[in-house]
């Protein structure tokens, strides 16, 4: 769908040799990264917020860059309420747009309930960063495009996406509506510790997890919002849901620099794990994917929170748990 005063750019759709050789079939990347805003959320939030006053927005940093920088095109005021947990990095850049930053709580639903307060104690437009049919329906043109590149003759074999509170995924959905293609299957990428959806897929209801421990923190809402859920139950769709470690994430997000010369952040190295840590073959395996695999579609959903010091504290840190982990033991106590 074409959508009128919008604020994304079309995005460009590359040929990965590296990652190709990998899976065996041609891969294709939608380059989300080079967004204005860094992600794929300004195409949602712009399309939401072209009625819009004066906004709030919750964010672990991608949908607040993206609601920032519509509110500066449109001469909004804009505030933007991220958790703790946010890189410093988020807040700069965040200021840097024009945008008011107010910090509350500890991950995305705390900070979300504070925008929703702000947003009736202030008359605010609440920008929500992923449950909402607008911003599905502005995702969605990213298939759109996709489709448009690729041509009537090439249909993708999957696409793959990382899953955070699921508004990619909707988007997605939608997306493959319009073009005409349910029968390609999703492959749903989240890391352990921001595993809401694949936790509720597998109980068959919402869950809200307890905390979230992942690093990929733009993964990080507690649940996955109620569309998100009910597509994965769809019969007509084939939506795989897997998970990943941090490390396998982390080590995707170093693997696309060396070879795609292009860093994106932890959420999005979830959705290039797929093929970075063996997921697509292990489903080839499985027969959950054909053997003989038409051309994979990954969305490189960007990030814009990470940026060189970001990328080598989470090599630090990651490899600091990984090592404590392997060398952390009960020593018996003899009596």
């Not at 990095?89 to 500890?106: C, H, W």
């Not at 007509?236 to 170093?254: F, K, P, R, T, Y």
């Not at 797929?274 to 080839?284: C, D, E, F, P």
């Amino acid at each position: 769908m074409i959508m009128a005063n919008h604020f994304h750019i079309n995005t460009p759709l590359l040929e990965s040799v590296n990652m190709s050789k990998r899976v065996g079939t041609t891969v294709y990347l939608k380059m989300e990264n080079s967004q204005p805003s860094g992600s794929f959320k300004i195409r949602g939030i712009g399309h939401l917020c072209q009625q819009s006053k004066g906004i709030v927005c919750s964010s672990g940093g991608n949908a607040g860059m993206a609601a920032a920088l519509v509110a500066r095109k449109m001469g909004l005021p804009a505030t933007i309420v991220i958790p703790s947990s946010s890189p410093e990095l988020v807040v700069q850049r965040l200021q840097d747009q024009g945008a008011t930053v107010k910090i509350s709580g500890k991950v995305w639903d705390d900070a979300n309930a504070e925008a929703l307060r702000l947003a009736e104690t202030e008359g605010l437009t609440y920008v929500p960063p992923f449950d909402h049919p607008l911003l599905w329906q502005g995702h969605a043109s990213m298939i759109a495009e996709a489709a448009a590149s690729l041509g009537p003759d090439v249909k993708p074999g999957a696409v793959v996406i990382s899953v955070g509170g699921g508004g990619l995924l909707c988007g997605v959905v939608q997306g493959l509506q319009d073009v005409g293609w349910t029968d390609v299957p999703i492959i749903a990428m989240e890391t352990d510790g921001a595993n809401c959806f694949n936790t509720a897929v597998k109980a068959g209801r919402l869950v809200t997890l307890d905390d979230i421990t992942s690093e990929a923190k733009c993964l990080g809402a507690k649940t996955v919002c109620q569309k998100a859920f009910e597509q994965s139950q769809r019969k007509d769709l084939n939506i795989i849901s897997e998970l990943v470690s941090d490390q396998q994430a982390l080590h995707a997000v170093q693997t696309f620099l060396d070879e795609e010369r292009v860093l994106v952040e932890m959420a999005c190295g979830a959705a290039l794990a797929a093929v970075y840590s063996g997921i697509i073959r292990k489903l080839q395996d499985e027969s959950r994917l054909p053997a003989l695999l038409r051309p994979l579609l990954v969305i490189v959903c960007g990030g814009s929170s990470i940026n060189m010091e970001q990328l080598a504290n989470l090599k630090h840190k990651l490899n600091s748990m990984l090592t404590f982990n392997e060398h952390s033991f009960i020593k018996p106590i003899y009596t």
